[in-house]
């Protein structure tokens, strides 16, 4: 099946375009997911006002009812992610799963119900030793964000924003690691929280759950690695057809190498979503 001009940019692999033809010809069995900063939202100074996309989650409400599977995959508590993405009030939306805190949490629109298991211990201990630490490397107005289960250095804002995360990652990292933590960079951030839970194990997770046999993923950081990494081992057992999108920026490209298909910014990957609507005719 080739695949209709509407859906240009196509895949660049051949292993891409076969999954999304496999999308088009059978989405009831496809679930699509999605990271959400960088990815549906725009990366912003504040992060309390990163809201998503408001075409993106248009284009996601019209393709929901057409798909086996929607779900968000994101390191924000899933409640940030409902506030920020105002999904719960898309009537297309009413089978989304969000997968929060890396895995950690869910929320499903189905239920409306949110699982949220208690933080690792050891994040209560680090969050009182980070101020210091800033202090100390000089960077005392870099914006800390307390998400529960864990904590978010980020540089953005200061003078040298890329400078200063290469300085913060190894003390950081050293305190983390002190007390059983990783510490994992970002567009500019620097996050602590428990290494046992990642988008990959979350994903796998979601797709024996639904039984889904073609999966669109897009993701834009480092942290979405492990999903590709997951992704690309199913693809390659045979397991699943996948579409890797990555969301490319001037601050992080490492996705881009691996990705069947490339969109730079939110707001194109919001383009090629409403074209995917039409293309299915949702």
Aim: charged share 25%.
């Amino acid at each position: 099946m080739s695949l209709p001009a509407v859906l240009e940019p196509h895949p660049r692999t051949d292993a891409g375009a076969a999954a999304l033809a496999s999308l088009l010809l059978e989405p009831e069995h496809a679930m699509l997911a999605f990271d959400f900063d960088g990815t549906l939202a725009p990366i912003v100074d504040d992060p309390e006002h990163a809201h998503a996309s408001e075409r993106s989650v248009a284009a996601m409400d019209r393709i929901g009812p057409c798909v086996g599977k929607i779900a968000v995959v994101t390191g924000r508590p899933v409640r940030t992610a409902l506030r920020l993405g105002r999904f719960a009030e898309r009537e297309g939306l009413s089978d989304l799963t969000i997968l929060g805190q890396y895995g950690a949490e869910r929320w499903d629109a189905e239920t409306g119900e949110a699982s949220e298991p208690p933080p690792h211990e050891a994040v209560d201990v680090i969050r009182g030793k980070i101020p210091a630490l800033l202090a100390r490397l000089g960077m005392a107005e870099a914006r800390l964000e307390d998400k529960g289960r864990a904590l978010v250095v980020h540089t953005r804002g200061l003078v040298d924003p890329l400078r200063a995360q290469q300085l913060l990652e190894e003390p950081l990292t050293a305190l983390a690691r002190e007390h059983g933590l990783s510490a994992e960079p970002g567009r500019y951030v620097v996050e602590v929280r428990d290494p046992s839970i990642d988008k990959g194990a979350a994903l796998r997770g979601l797709v024996a759950e639904t039984g889904t046999r073609t999966i669109v993923y897009a993701g834009d950081d480092l942290g979405d690695l492990p999903a590709y990494a997951v992704l690309d081992g199913m693809r390659a057992r045979g397991e699943a057809e996948v579409v890797l999108i990555a969301v490319a920026s001037d601050e992080q490209r490492a996705l881009m190498p691996r990705a069947d298909l490339v969109v730079h910014g939110p707001e194109e990957l919001a383009s090629w979503l409403e074209r995917l609507a039409d293309a299915l005719g949702c």
